[in-house]
């Protein structure tokens, strides 16, 4: 049995990407800081007849993230699928390029990049041994076309984006596949009047054809 483990599970987005790849066989991973937001969701999993347990770690604390996924694949054989969200939990105050300050930055390179080359090195040796693996990394369309008022977060997922497609270049023919989704939409209820919004159940079945039919994608965008 394969399984995923979710960096960043949420209720909405997270839930959903567990939801599409669990009705599919896949056991589920979920990782996020509280222990108690985490019961719930494997609560509801377990209901629907997903497999699922509860890792909680905080991905700024790179200790505690490389526990949790070392206990997740112990759990489940090893981590077939890795998914990092880091679309919600940063608790930077939003800056404009003139108005950030290096910290402002700093804190979303740890959240959103460093965070992920984290969990990555974890699972990425056993995935190279087997010589299979899905490595998904989330990042809000603005590290593609940046908005001034989220300057500070989107030069970080910018960062992530980039460091996401050249892991796909670097494991090419490895049989291990790297990609990038972003999200051009608010997620459940709209950011900003007008702006297009979708919901998490529209979204995850993009993650899942990146995992099955369009394993030489690099990225995927999702919009409406």
């Known amino acids: 049995m394969t399984s995923i483990a979710i960096v960043g599970a949420g209720p909405r987005l997270g ?5 599409t790849f669990g009705s599919q066989g896949l056991d589920v991973a979920l990782i996020s800081r509280d222990r108690d937001h985490l019961d719930d969701l494997v609560g509801k999993l377990t209901t629907e007849g997903i497999t699922a347990a509860a890792f909680p770690a905080d991905v700024l604390d790179r200790a505690a993230l490389t526990r949790a996924l070392e206990e997740a694949a112990a759990r489940f054989g090893r981590v077939d699928v890795l998914e990092y969200s880091p679309l919600a939990g940063s608790s930077t105050a939003l800056a404009t390029p003139v108005e950030a300050e290096p910290a402002d ?3 979303e390179i740890e959240f959103q990049l460093y965070g992920a080359m984290a969990a990555t090195r974890v699972v990425l040796p056993a995935m190279r041994e087997a010589g299979a693996g899905m490595l998904l990394y989330t990042t809000g369309a603005g590290s593609i076309d940046p908005v001034p008022q989220v300057g500070n977060v989107n030069a970080a997922a910018a960062a992530l984006r980039n460091w996401a497609i050249n892991l796909h270049k670097e ?3 490895t049989g291990v596949q790297a990609a990038h989704v ?11 009047p007008g702006f ?3 919901q998490p159940e529209e979204i995850s ?6 995992h099955t039919t369009r394993r030489d994608q690099a990225e995927l965008v999702f919009s409406l």
């Open 171 to 173: 494991l090419d023919g």
């Open 15 to 19: 839930l959903a990407i567990a939801r």
């Open 196 to 198: 297009p919004t979708a």
């Open 105 to 107: 930055v700093q804190h």
């Open 205 to 210: 079945p993009a993650y899942w054809e990146l």
């Open 182 to 192: 972003g999200i051009d939409v608010s997620i459940g209820t709209p950011a900003l």
